[in-house]
Every structure is written in C-alpha cells, then in structure tokens.
C-alpha cells in the first residue's frame, strides 16, 4: 500500500505494510514521522481485487512505526465490498 502526504512544502510517498483492516480503518507498519491528527491520501487494493482503493485517512493512534488510520472517504459501494471481504476472513489473534 502507498500512503501520501504533505511535509514541508511538497507532498511524499512512502510504501507501508497493513497490519490490520476493518470497516472503519487500517492498521499500518510504516517508516515515517506522522502527527496524530493528520490527514494521508491511501492507495491500495484489496486481496484478490485488482483494483486499487485511492482515500483520504486521519492518523488516530502511533505507537513506534505503527500507525492506525480511520478512513474518512469511504464510498457507500467501497463500505459493502469492505465488510463482505471481511465478513470471508478468519480474524487472526
């Protein structure tokens, strides 16, 4: 997954790993100094699909390199094909 935003006066891209996902957000590993509060572009695909998500996310929560985002522009059409792909998934402990 990529992840943008702004610092100083241009925009960065940065590669991440997601750790966790549900309806309301994402949990991502990433190598950044990100804010609480701030708001990211997100761009990724969903296993099996080949076709990539483009949101806007808040930072709620840091700890260390982990990052926990909640999506702030989720389509109604993105929002049912999230939770039917997790509703398939086996929640891992």
């Not at 241009?10 to 549900?22: A, F, M, T, V």
């Not at 989720?74 to 891992?92: A, N």
Request: a negative charge; hydrophobic letters at 40%.
């Amino acid at each position: 997954m990529t992840l943008s935003y702004f610092q100083g006066n241009k925009y960065q891209k940065i590669e991440g790993h997601c750790r966790d996902l549900s309806e309301a957000g994402i949990g991502i590993l990433l190598a950044a100094e990100l804010d609480k509060g701030e708001v990211a572009g997100l761009s990724f695909s969903l296993p099996g699909s080949a076709l990539a998500w483009e949101l806007r996310a808040v930072v709620r929560y840091r700890r260390g390199f982990q990052y926990g985002f909640e999506f702030l522009s989720l389509t109604d059409e993105q929002r049912g094909v999230l939770g039917s792909h997790l509703k398939g998934l086996e929640p891992i402990d």
